[in-house]
């Protein structure tokens, strides 16, 4: 079992809708949470970290957090075509030890 | 901010040479940073993690003697490919966490080609 699913994708969304991204993990002691951007042939960037339960909004982003269910998910409210990459969700186990998922590509169609 | 840098960007070089490629944290003091590749439509994998002043910790099969990691100080850390040879073509992320922090930064990443 990977120490962190997510879907694959390609998830396709039309522009100004909201795109959901999911991701579980196996490690019921990880503490912090983080989704990263990455588009085609760049590194990845770290748009949103979470710690505990419930929700985090920043701008059009919130990340929710349920730690019962081992699972953190990513909205993108009122998606745009340039929203369109692939999203990481990442798990720290505060040994410094990070896990990250394989990505979900979202397509935003304009 | 927290920014990372990574140099050089780009290079091609011949099989069998060796490759330095630089890490740096521009505006903290990185006491962890990790070495990740990336092949094509892949996700990141991470090969090592290093620690300023102690020895690397190289996950499972990466050769520790081919990837040679110095963490010299808290803004800097190299990772050297020797021999390199077309299957080390890839893209290599660097990040640094910073001290006390559990957020990662990546670098702009270095894609390697061996011809």
């Known amino acids: 079992q990977k120490e962190v699913e997510q879907n694959s994708g390609p998830l396709s969304v039309p522009e100004g809708a909201i795109a959901s991204l999911n991701c579980t993990y196996s490690d019921r002691v990880s503490q912090s949470f983080f989704w990263y951007r990455q588009y085609s042939g760049k590194s990845p960037e770290l748009i949103m970290s979470i710690y505990s339960n419930g929700d985090k909004e920043d701008g059009r982003f919130t990340a929710q957090l349920n730690k019962a269910s081992q699972y953190v998910s990513l909205l993108i409210r009122d998606s745009q075509p340039s929203d369109s990459a692939t999203y990481l969700c990442?798990?720290?186990?505060?040994?410094?030890?990070?896990?990250f998922g394989s990505g979900t590509k979202l397509n935003v169609k304009p | 901010g927290a920014v990372v840098s990574q140099h050089p960007s780009r290079v091609i070089c011949k099989s069998g040479t060796s490759v330095k490629i630089e890490c740096r944290s521009l505006d903290f003091q990185a006491t962890t940073m990790f070495w990740y590749r990336q092949f094509p439509k892949q996700s990141l994998m991470l090969m090592a993690t290093?620690?300023?002043?102690?020895?690397?910790?190289?996950e499972q099969g990466v050769e520790k003697d081919k990837f040679l990691i110095n963490h010299a100080s808290l803004t800097l850390s190299t990772l050297t490919v020797t021999s390199a040879h077309p299957e080390d073509s890839s893209f290599y992320i660097c990040?640094?966490?910073?001290?006390?922090?559990?957020?990662?930064?990546f670098g702009p990443g270095t894609r390697l080609t061996v011809l």
């Open positions: 990442a798990v720290n186990n505060n040994f410094n030890k990070f896990y």
């Open positions: 290093s620690n300023e002043g102690s020895k690397a910790t190289y």
């Open positions: 990040s640094a966490a910073r001290g006390g922090g559990n957020e990662q930064f």
